[in-house]
């Protein structure tokens, strides 16, 4: 069976992350955890269920560094609790973090 490419390759980490519905204030953000991370997106497991093409804001801090960044996402995805959501309109600085944490994961297994 023939399964597509992907566009950026992910990565399985466990990472705390705040999220909220992007036209809700920040009061109202869950906590979740993150299940894989790439250049283009997460999956994050989530209590909540969030629908297919919502407008989310993930706030998130890769270490080592302390600066969180906060990225618009779109939920493409949900299976049960995890929630598979695709980066949009994501700043330069912030893509090159992504890239820099991502890259430095050299011992754990792509997925």
């Known amino acids: 069976m023939n399964t597509p490419e992907r566009r950026f ?3 399985k980490v466990d990472i705390r992350v705040r999220i ?6 920040e ?3 869950s906590v979740v955890r993150t299940y894989e991370l ?3 997106g997460m ?5 909540e269920s969030f629908e297919v093409g919502t407008v989310m804001v993930a706030e ?8 969180a960044l906060q990225i618009q996402a779109v939920v493409r995805n949900r ?3 995890r929630c598979g959501l695709e980066f949009v309109d994501l700043p330069e600085a912030d893509r090159v973090e ?7 994961l050299v011992d754990i297994i792509e997925i």
Not at 43 to 47: I, K, L
């Open 27 to 29: 009061e109202n953000s």
């Open 20 to 25: 909220r519905r992007a036209d809700e204030l």
């Open 9 to 11: 390759k992910r990565f």
């Open 43 to 47: 999956s994050v497991y989530a209590s």
């Open 98 to 104: 992504i890239v820099r944490y991502v890259t430095s």
């Open 60 to 67: 998130l801090a890769l270490p080592p560094k302390e600066r």
């Open 79 to 81: 299976r049960g609790f």
């Open 38 to 40: 790439s250049e283009g």
